[in-house]
């Protein structure tokens, strides 16, 4: 009923909220991704999307169609592969960055272990700057990570806002120092924190440090400080900090796909792993509204 090419625009479109940025994802004219989008919406008879020439926001009815699309296209992929006989196998050197711990990306792996049950997944978990100075000396093949401001590097995967976080009954000192819960150095986020509170000219010191995103959320909710986060992924037991607190705004982040052959450093497996390193990029571009939810039952 609804064409694959039209629903995989659809989720680039979704996960960016960009159509300049999906055209670029899925490398063609952004003509072709309103073209796409125009017709599915045809399709559904409905709007998937509000826009105007400032910003790209998802319709009720396309929330809705997020969760179909990953469905749809998933079963798609499974059938193709089924039918075309076609078996991944090798080695695959896979780093996630810190800030997917607490979502759904563990369904989206087991779901590639069961499509793809003689590909070796090697998962790696850490910092966004860590994984990609591990991905440039060639020790993983595809990362999934926060982009360095100014880079233009990896697929799009999600944008979203950082914001300011904290126990709910914390509550900052006008005339102190900002208490900073941060990952250590490279941490990206970290170093977001302190360039726009330095912009700011706002005193800080850091109350505490921890390369493990549990022990930020722990500090966080002990009412030691505050952190930067995305806000699409705020852990819960902790609420963004009031306007009123007056710190400076974040910004954007984004998260991408980095492929270290796409980047001339292929992995040991060669072509296997460069087919198991699409096969998965595939699978979380498809799946990609899952992460910023959390894992099910929460």
Known sequence: MYDPGQLRTFLAVAQTLSFTQAARRLGVRQSTVSQHVRRLEEATGRPLFTRDTHSVELTEDGEAMLGFAGTILAAHDRAAAFFTGTRLRGRLRFGASEDFVLTRLPEILEAFRRDH???????????????????????????????????????????????????????????????????????????????????HGRHWRVACTSASLSGLIAAARAGLGVMAHTRGLVPPGLVPVPARAGLPELGEVEFVLLDGGRSGRPGPGGGATRAAADALAAAILAGGDRLHRPPAGD
Request: hydrophobic share 40%.
């Open 117 to 199: 049950p003689e590909v070796d997944l090697e998962l790696t978990v850490g910092l966004s700057g860590t994984l990609h100075e591990q991905l440039a000396a060639g020790g993983l093949d595809l990362v999934l990570a926060k982009r360095r401001p100014g880079d233009t590097h990896g697929r799009p995967v999600w944008r979203s806002t950082l914001v300011w976080i904290g126990a709910p009954r914390f509550r900052l000192d006008p005339d102190r120092p900002v208490p900073l819960i941060v990952f250590p150095p490279p941490g990206i986020t970290r170093a977001r924190a302190l360039e726009v509170l330095e912009a």
